[in-house]
């Protein structure tokens, strides 16, 4: 699907640092839980805490919609990433 259909559908976060947009994710609700899609943070901004802000305002965005799970999809082939969701407090599933 395309980004301007998944905004229209389930929203999503932009980051922006002195204005300037750093990280975004797109949201999907389905199947009683608040799905991150595409998380992306600009090179520049890398381990400065904005993949977490946006981790963060996800889960609060589920709570108000009323989900009770926050879940993603990290591949296996990037060990990096699954280690940060990891630090994150998400678990493997499947």
Request: proline fraction near 4%; glycine fraction near 10%; aromatic fraction near 4%.
């Amino acid at each position: 699907s395309s980004v301007a259909e998944a905004l229209a559908t389930g929203g999503g976060l932009l980051a922006r640092a002195a204005g300037v947009p750093v990280g975004a994710l797109l949201l999907a609700a389905e199947d009683r839980s608040l799905w991150l899609r595409r998380v992306s943070v600009a090179p520049t901004a890398q381990g400065a805490g904005v993949a977490r802000a946006l981790v963060v305002a996800a889960e609060e965005a589920a709570l108000r919609r009323g989900l009770p799970t926050v879940r993603l999809t990290a591949r296996s082939e990037l060990p990096g990433t699954v280690a940060f969701w990891r630090r994150q407090g998400y678990d493997v599933v499947d």
